[in-house]
């Protein structure tokens, strides 16, 4: 089996990283502190649990960008904190707000450049497909986990 797929799809996240990294250079923003910052603004309020699990990441990593988001004040705590931070939903300032929405009009821009010259047909196939191999990895990762 040609193996190209999975060789190719990382260079689309990389390329859309760096895209929005210089899309948005001026504001000191890194491609993954604005992708949590989309979760909040397309999601709704989320405490980094439930980021930890919508993206499938470690936790450190949900903390420092939770972390970095906080201390630019471009997220902040919904309610009073209290002894686990990591269970407390997390909202947008109305500059998180702001630059979230600048942020999904720049994916938005990204998605018409990519999928220039492709069908609708080929596009819904090629989303259907993805959508098999990603249940068919988290499957196998469960039964994975289950059999240990």
Known sequence: MNNSIFKS????????QSYLNEEFKELNLKSSEMFFMSILYNEGDRSQIEITHDIECDKSHTHRIV???????????VNNISENTRNIKL??????????????????NWHK???????KED???TKKVIEKIIGNATNFRKLERKNV
């Open 9 to 16: 799809l990382p260079l689309v996240k990389k390329h859309l």
């Open 67 to 77: 972390s970095k988001l906080l201390n630019k004040k471009l997220i902040k705590y």
């Open 91 to 108: 909202t947008l300032t109305d500059k998180g707000r702001e630059l979230a929405c600048r942020f999904d009009k720049a994916i938005n």
């Open 113 to 119: 450049i990519i999928i220039k010259g492709i069908s």
């Open 123 to 125: 596009l819904t196939t």
